[in-house]
């Protein structure tokens, strides 16, 4: 089956930093690649997702960045905000089996 | 809110007790997961189902069971053969499995062995 990593588990950045999360993926036959904040006490929301036969994705402040080669993908947050703060989780799946998720990210922004 | 709902929020459960936790979804998806999610340890696929009377085995199905006797609902028993029960249990919806979709997720049962 497929396996995902995902580091850092935890993440301190300025108010104004960007902020880098990567993920690797074992499943070659991984197609889509997305992305969920799930903050305190909440149901996770996907914040941009990725397809396979893209590089790179953008919306806003998020930005999301895919090596199928290298099996690696990533987000990155600029400008970040205290409501950024959050847990992230990755996931990589195929239309054949569920989503697989990452061990998640808790992502601090300091005021 | 609407979408996909969980109830309860929060479920007590006697060792040796059997529980059901309820999903229901009005999005008319096809595929319909459950997850278990523990402290440090992300989310973790428990069963999931793709069509009507049909659901298939995750990474951690041992002790849990399912049913999915109606397109919007999918129903989790947390049996008294899970030794671990005590976790956040998050049920999740999607169009279909022939292409990848977003997810959505219910807000989530917080269950607690006592």
């Known amino acids: 089956g497929e396996n995902v990593e995902q580091h850092p588990s935890t993440l301190s950045v300025q108010e104004g930093d960007s902020a880098v999360i990567k993920c690797t993926y074992s499943d070659s036959a991984s197609n ?11 149901r996770p929301q996907l914040i941009i997702d990725i397809r396979s036969n893209v ?28 409501e950024d703060s959050a847990v992230y989780f990755c996931a990589a799946g195929t239309g054949r089996r569920a989503l697989t998720f990452g061990s998640g990210t808790r992502l601090q922004v300091q005021p | 809110d609407g979408g996909i709902t969980q109830s309860p929020k929060y ?15 009005n999005l008319n998806h096809d595929a319909m997961y459950w997850y278990r999610q523990d402290p440090g340890q992300g989310l973790r696929l428990i069963y999931y189902s793709h069509i009507v009377n049909d659901f298939q085995k995750g990474d951690i199905a041992e002790g849990y069971s399912v049913s999915r006797e109606k397109k919007e609902s999918f129903p989790l028993t947390v049996t008294s053969a899970q030794k671990n029960p005590t976790a956040f249990y998050l049920c999740a919806s999607s169009i279909s499995r022939q292409k990848n979709t977003e997810a959505f997720f219910g807000q989530g049962t917080r269950l607690t062995v006592v």
């Open chain 1, 32 to 42: 889509y690649f997305p992305w969920y904040k799930q903050e305190l006490g909440k």
């Open chain 1, 55 to 82: 590089g790179e994705k953008k919306d806003q402040r998020i930005a999301v960045t895919l090596n199928k080669t290298a099996k690696h993908f990533s987000l990155h947050i600029t400008e970040t905000q205290p």
């Open chain 2, 11 to 25: 479920l007590f459960r006697k060792e040796g007790q059997n529980v059901t936790l309820s999903c229901e979804q």
